[in-house]
Structures are given as structure tokens and as C-alpha cells.
């Protein structure tokens, strides 16, 4: 009788450990999935899950329509190549003004490498990681450095405020080396700042510091991390003409030539502003009015 009672107080105490155990193994974390590359050409990095994301579907436009900025196109697609060919490349910061085509141009360097890449060149693949995830570098750089692939790893509106310690992921993963950046990937970011800080952050920096001059050379390196810096600037009247009259070819919009200067001429006046996006916008209106599809 009392083995009886001693095996089922033990049978009990068992199927206790055993529903402990289980719940146990429902709280820890289960290891991400391996990422399969061969998904896509382009991912987005989920830094809640640790994983990428493919996106097979990209929104962007062709490069022949990215227009007015022909010199930092022609840089930024030899470098790009440069580097999908396993040459020397630099890291690229595109900076300046809104709206003239800085994301645009990444994503269509991207695919335009592809497009053109010779047979026994692996395809590029495009990795976009959002500004609010950049302190999680180190942990994507764990997934792309053994991967058969190069990759570009890019940033859109990277910016950093006063009190955001982010930078130093960044700067650590810009530095190369054993702990940096692997040779398979590169960095593409785009900002509004040529030195990614507010202005008002370095001259308190400077304003309060011992030494002023070292101060901020922290922050303020992190953009000479960049090997190039290629400015964007506002358009010109007959740039932003000839960015509207490049989608209306290639969309086949019909429409009168001095009608479209007219109406393109207006929209930019209303909107108080020339730029590739302005102009974009203006096709966008345009096309819905003649009742015409734009290309996918």
C-alpha cells in the first residue's frame, strides 16, 4: 500500500515537472530563422524578431528618371557596382535637400546593378534597417557576414538628437575591422544633415566642454566615416522641368508640351517648391486627370 501511495505521489510530482518544464520552454525565446537570401533581392530588417524580411515587390522608380543630379547618380552607381564586383567601395552618406531623389537613387543604383551585373556576378542584395533600430546593428552584421552575398545596408533619414547614444553602433560597425563592418557589406545612408547632429547639439557641446575642439570630434567623426559624401541640392526652374517631361516619356502621358509646362510650372508654385518629389507628385495628379495608368 505505501508503494502504492509513494509511485503515484511520485507520477504526480513528474507530470508537475513535466507541465513546469513546458512552460518553461514556452518563455524562452525561440532562436530566430535562418534567413533565406534567395527570397529576394531586397529585405527589411525586424529587429523586434531578429529577422529579415523579404520585399519582393520594391518601391522604386527606373534610373534613367532620376534627373538634375547626374554627376552624384554617375558616382554613387560606380561605386556600387564597384563594390557588387567585389572591388574597393566606400560607405556613401547622400545629404541635402528634400524630395530630390536621395532614397530614390539607392534603390535604383541597387536594381541597375543587378539589371546589368555579368553572369558570374552573385546578385546584390539590399538591406534597409530603420533609424530607430540602428543600436541593433551588431546583431544584423551577425547574420550578413557569413552569407554568400554582398550586401548594401541602408538607412533612410539617419539623424541623431541630443541625448541619442545610437551613434556609437553606427561608428563602431563604419569602422571595419574584426568587430566592424564585414567585407560583404556596405553602408548607405541618407540625412538632411551632413553631419547627422543638430547644429545647436555641437555649438553646446563646444560652449560647455573643456576642451571645445574635442568636444564633439566624436560625433562629428561619424560622418567622416562616410567615404562619400554626395550633396543634393535644390533644383532649378529647367531641372524640375525636365524631371516632369522624363515621366511624361516614360509613362507616355498625353499631353500637350506648353499645357504641361504651364500646369507643371503652377504645382510648384503652389507647393513652394522644385524638386523631384514636387514633380513626381505633379505626374501623379496629372496622369488621374487624363485618366491614364502610370507604368508599375
Known amino acids: 500500500m505505501g508503494n502504492m501511495m509513494a509511485d503515484t505521489a511520485i507520477e504526480t510530482l513528474n507530470r508537475k515537472l513535466d507541465s513546469l518544464l513546458e512552460l ?5 525565446p525561440q532562436p530566430a530563422p535562418a534567413p533565406d537570401f534567395d527570397a ?4 527589411v530588417w525586424q529587429a523586434d524578431t531578429g529577422t529579415l524580411q523579404p520585399v519582393p515587390h520594391v518601391n522604386r522608380v527606373d534610373i534613367s528618371l532620376i534627373t538634375g543630379v547626374d554627376r552624384v547618380r554617375d558616382i554613387l552607381l560606380d561605386n556600387t557596382r564597384r563594390f557588387a564586383e567585389s ?4 560607405n556613401v552618406l547622400l545629404w541635402g535637400a528634400r524630395g530630390m531623389g536621395k532614397s530614390s537613387l539607392v534603390k535604383a543604383a541597387h536594381a541597375e546593378v543587378n539589371r546589368t551585373r555579368g553572369a558570374d556576378t552573385p546578385p546584390l542584395k539590399l538591406v534597409e534597417i530603420h533609424r530607430e533600430d540602428i543600436d541593433t546593428l551588431p546583431k ?3 547574420l550578413l557576414k557569413t552569407a554568400p552575398y554582398r550586401f548594401i545596408l541602408f538607412c533612410d533619414d539617419l539623424s541623431f538628437d541630443h541625448d541619442d547614444t545610437s551613434y556609437k553602433s553606427l561608428k563602431a560597425v563604419l569602422e571595419g575591422g574584426v568587430e566592424g563592418r564585414p567585407d560583404n557589406v556596405i553602408f548607405y545612408a541618407t540625412s538632411n544633415r551632413r553631419h547627422l547632429l543638430p547644429r545647436d547639439m555641437m555649438e553646446n557641446e563646444r560652449s560647455t566642454a573643456i576642451n571645445p575642439s574635442e568636444a564633439v570630434e566624436e560625433k562629428v567623426s561619424l560622418s567622416d566615416r562616410f567615404g562619400l559624401w554626395l550633396g543634393f541640392h535644390k533644383c532649378s526652374q529647367d531641372e524640375y522641368l525636365q ?3 522624363g515621366y511624361v516619356r516614360y509613362h507616355g502621358l ?4 506648353e499645357t504641361l509646362r504651364a500646369e507643371a510650372l503652377e504645382w510648384a ?3 513652394g517648391s522644385r524638386s523631384g518629389r514636387v514633380a ?17
Do not use: H, S, Y
Open 24 to 28: 518553461i520552454g514556452r518563455m524562452v
Open 280 to 296: 513626381w507628385q505633379f505626374i501623379q495628379d496629372l496622369a488621374g486627370r487624363l485618366g491614364q495608368k502610370l507604368k508599375a
Open 269 to 271: 508654385t503652389t507647393r
Open 140 to 142: 544584423l552584421m551577425g
Open 254 to 257: 498625353k499631353i500637350d508640351p
Open 40 to 43: 529576394a533581392d531586397c529585405f
Open 87 to 90: 572591388l574597393p567601395a566606400n
Open 243 to 245: 524631371m516632369v517631361e
